[in-house]
């Protein structure tokens, strides 16, 4: 009898969720400097990070840690506000692990694998006989179920998530050689020549950063890799590679799991990690039809629910008429007298009269000065933009004063509006 014909309900509630939310994202420019990549704002309330634990959460895992590092007071301070409705009387957990220095005084995380091992003893207390580990960064959604449901059924000692990808996007991950059962044969880190799938010579098999363990089993490799004063203690280029070589290591393919409604079509998987990979995930939400449908109520992305106001749009004259077309307005958003067209509001933002916004995600409590005119642009938290500020119409112009992505994409900060006020004074 399978481990799985013998256990009385969904695996799930046997698992822990261990998301590694440490990264800083530096390919994110000055949208870092204060927040470390998960905690960065997306799709008009929520962060990065809430994807992998609403996909947790609404797979039955009750059971979350997340391991946290770069600038984590941001990302802290949204978990304690949005993710604090675990009870430990319903034998559920929800432990925010900062680096410590729990093993040393002198050393903090050095690779995502030694994340997990400083924490192990927290970890084996709650006794969880599965580990799911997660990276904190991507936007997607995922039933880990089937994933736990596949590697009990094949009695692998880990199974990887993966992605189908193109030979070209392949360089820039972690690529499985596999057999036709799926077993990985061999695992190259960001190779130049990736190996091509079994039957799909256009296609290759990505890493996901999402892994599976037999508790007991994690443990044994964790403590084995802390030992080996040549290993780097990361997953990808330790860990995984290893359990290839010696053990059996299985891919899942993400196709088998993607959650999606009626009106998704494709298996959804981003990976923001540029402004340019950004700004198009957050726009593309705009579409009548987008990729990701952030609508479905059987797979609700949970968050810090802030309490406002509704959105608002006022005035309604000839060249001073508050609207908006394909676009997404959060609540507490005032549009006064400005007009709006396939953008994206997060909450409280106020635009101003005679403002014509286009392409733009704007973070929560900017606001738009009259008159300003801004297309393709990312405007950071609580930034006021002056009063008839152009951006988004002269390239040369853009890249002297604002970060510009190699897409045309300006980024807009607080400390960049403030040195053109010093350069104007």
């Known amino acids: 009898m399978s481990e799985r014909a013998s256990t009385s309900g969904p695996l799930s509630r046997s698992a822990m969720a261990y998301v590694l939310a440490g990264g800083r994202g530096s390919r994110l420019m000055e949208l870092t400097d204060r927040r470390a990549k998960p905690a960065v704002y997306f799709g008009g309330k929520s962060r990065i990070i809430d994807f992998a634990l609403s996909n947790a959460v609404n797979s039955g895992i009750r059971r979350i840690a997340i391991a946290t590092q770069y600038k984590a007071h941001s990302l802290i301070r949204h978990l304690q506000h949005g993710w604090n409705f675990f009870r430990t009387e319903r034998n559920e957990s929800f432990d925010v692990l900062p680096a410590s220095q729990r093993v040393s005084e002198d050393r903090w995380y050095v690779g995502t694998a030694d994340a997990v091992y400083q924490n192990l003893d927290i970890i084996q207390d709650y006794e969880p006989k599965y580990i799911i ?12 179920e089937q994933m736990l449901q596949q590697h ?9 998530g993966c992605l189908e990808v193109t030979k070209k996007e392949a360089t820039g991950f972690g690529v499985m050689h ?49 030992e080996d004063v040549n290993s780097s203690h990361d997953f990808g280029k330790d860990i995984i590679p290893y359990i290839v070589k010696h053990g059996k ?11 999606r409604s009626e009106h998704e079509t494709t ?5 923001v990690g540029t402004l340019d990979a950004y700004w198009a995930a957050n726009i593309d939400l705009t579409d009548v039809v987008p990729e990701l449908d952030l609508y479905d109520r ?10 406002t106001p509704p ?32 953008s994206l509001l997060f909450t409280g933002v106020h635009a101003h009269s005679y403002a014509q916004i286009e392409g733009a995600v704007i973070m929560p409590y900017a606001e738009v000065g009259r008159h300003a005119r801004l297309k393709n642009v990312i405007v950071d938290r609580g930034v006021r933009i002056p009063e008839g500020l152009v951006v988004g119409e002269d390239p040369e112009l853009d890249a002297r004063r604002f970060r510009r992505s190699e897409n045309g994409i300006c980024l807009i900060t607080e400390r960049m509006i403030a040195g053109l006020r010093s350069r104007a004074g």
């Open 298 to 307: 059987n797979w609700p992305i949970w968050t810090y629910g802030e309490i």
């Open 311 to 342: 959105a608002k749009f006022v005035h309604d004259e000839d060249g001073r008429r508050g609207y908006a077309v394909s676009s997404l307005v959060s609540g507490g958003c005032i549009v006064s007298g400005a007009r709006l067209k396939r």
């Open 267 to 271: 298996a959804y998987w981003r990976d």
């Open 178 to 226: 596999v057999d036709a059962t799926d077993r990985i044969l061999e695992f190259y880190e960001k190779p130049k020549k990736p190996p091509t799938m079994p039957g799909k010579p256009d296609k290759c098999l990505a890493s996901m950063g999402i892994y599976v363990f037999n508790t007991d089993f994690l443990a044994d490799q964790l403590n084995r890799d802390a």
């Open 249 to 259: 290591a299985v891919a899942h393919h993400f196709s088998r799991s993607c959650v």
């Open 133 to 144: 580990l997660l990276a904190g960064d991507h936007i997607y959604k995922m039933d880990y």
């Open 152 to 160: 009990v059924e094949q009695g692998a000692d880990v199974t990887v």
